[in-house]
């Protein structure tokens, strides 16, 4: 068979089959046609390989044992209700699905099905692309991005490590100071005594627990964890986030305002980034009230539209200049004299990745505002 009689079309019936066979044998993705019922009728080699099977051990089977539970058990009910209703769920779309393997392990693939009639006989034919290479690759990213956000937690941490130790050492002096009261109280007895020791008692575990709860905020704040999104209240993320980011900031000088809206849906978002977000955010307020005279900033969470919520932090800062603006969410983009210039685009990242929007904006009355918009999403959805 010569390529002229290819272009031709003079091909015979017999050059046709050998054709077929030639064109399904060598296709990089698995083929498989199956009847009415689901009985397997071809399976090419690519097929072969990526189930581990013969056409031997498949050919009249139903392809069913392709599949892992629940959809081996729900597949031949799919079949059937698309005889009955004529619904395309995917015949002519194609999605990804999980198969199975011989050896039972399974393994991610796009599946497009088409359908035609051959002989009088209805045929449906699957075309299977193996996405192994791809879901590793993504995982590999996830996991890579995993440690490069906790890496910038615990550089955020270790820079305020002198911080944090005056912070731990407010309740932990004023305990020690309650106690030795409480001691010189009872030694000196009085009917009194009692209920000033009491008093005492009562102060000290409340700055115990002031203490505990700094520690217990920092330790989740940079424990190493997959990243895991659920139905949270934004509010009291964002006030957990303003207790961290003020570790260390009481000697300076700055007022802090929160307007926090009272009217917000839980939204679905990791916390521990969202709050990795904020903190960054505000230590660059930080850094940029450090020469201005009026030193303010302002955090407000709102409901601009019925499908996101808004958080945004303002300072009064001297603003960034124009020419800058557009490269602050870029890698490695900085104007300070130390930094990699990877928090905002960190920032960036994590917001884009709960499908949200981050940028940012003068005020007219002076300083930066930075604000990010997530999506509103029902729980039942979640």
């Known amino acids: 068979m010569s390529s002229q009689d290819l272009v031709a079309g003079s091909l015979s019936r017999a050059d046709h089959e050998v054709l077929f066979h030639t064109v399904i044998n060598t296709a990089v ?26 056409p031997e051990e498949v050919l009249g089977r139903n392809i069913s044992m392709l599949m892992p539970e629940p959809y081996r058990l729900h597949h031949n009910g799919y079949i059937q209700r698309y005889m ?13 699905v999980t198969a199975q393997r011989k050896d039972g392990s399974t393994f991610p693939m796009y599946l497009s099905v088409g359908e035609d009639h051959v002989g009088g006989v209805r045929v449906f034919l699957g075309i299977l692309h193996d996405l192994t290479d791809r879901t590793s690759r993504e995982r590999d990213f996830q996991e890579l991005q995993n440690e490069l956000l906790h890496a910038l937690r615990l550089t955020a941490m ?13 309740p932990l002096t004023a305990v020690m100071n309650y106690l030795n009261a409480a001691r010189r109280t009872l030694d000196g007895g009085g009917e009194q005594a ?28 940079i424990e190493k964890r997959d990243s895991d999104r659920l139905p949270e209240d934004l509010n009291s993320c964002v006030e957990e986030a303003i207790a961290l980011g003020l570790v260390g900031a009481t000697d300076r000088d700055v007022k802090i305002t929160t307007e926090l809206a009272d009217d917000l849906p839980p939204v679905v978002i990791d916390r521990i980034q969202l709050q990795q977000v904020m903190i960054n955010l505000m230590r660059n307020a930080f850094e940029a ?13 709102q409901r601009p539209a019925p499908d996101f919520v808004q958080v945004s932090v303002a300072d009064s800062g001297p603003g960034i200049p124009p020419e800058i603006m557009p490269n602050l969410f870029i890698p490695f983009s900085t104007t300070k ?28 009355e002076g300083g930066a505002e930075f604000a990010f918009r997530l999506p509103v999403v029902e729980v039942t959805e979640a």
Do not use: P
């Open 29 to 54: 993705d698995g083929i498989i046609v199956i009847d009415e019922a689901g009985g397997m009728l071809l399976f090419n080699r690519a097929a072969e390989i990526l189930f581990g099977y013969t």
């Open 84 to 96: 009955a209703t004529g619904e395309k769920r995917i015949i002519g779309i194609g999605r990804e």
């Open 158 to 170: 270790g820079q305020l490590t002198s911080a944090l130790a005056h912070e731990l050492n407010q």
């Open 194 to 221: 009692i209920g000033r020791v009491r008093e005492f008692m009562d102060k000290a575990v409340s700055q115990t627990q002031r203490a505990g709860q700094i520690i217990r905020r920092l330790r989740n704040f």
């Open 289 to 301: 009230l450090e020469n201005a005279d009026v030193r303010q900033i302002v955090i407000r969470t």
């Open 337 to 364: 004299s130390k930094g990699l210039g990877m928090g905002l685009t960190i920032c960036k990242a994590i917001v884009e990745a709960h499908n949200g929007r981050i940028w940012v904006a003068a005020r007219r």
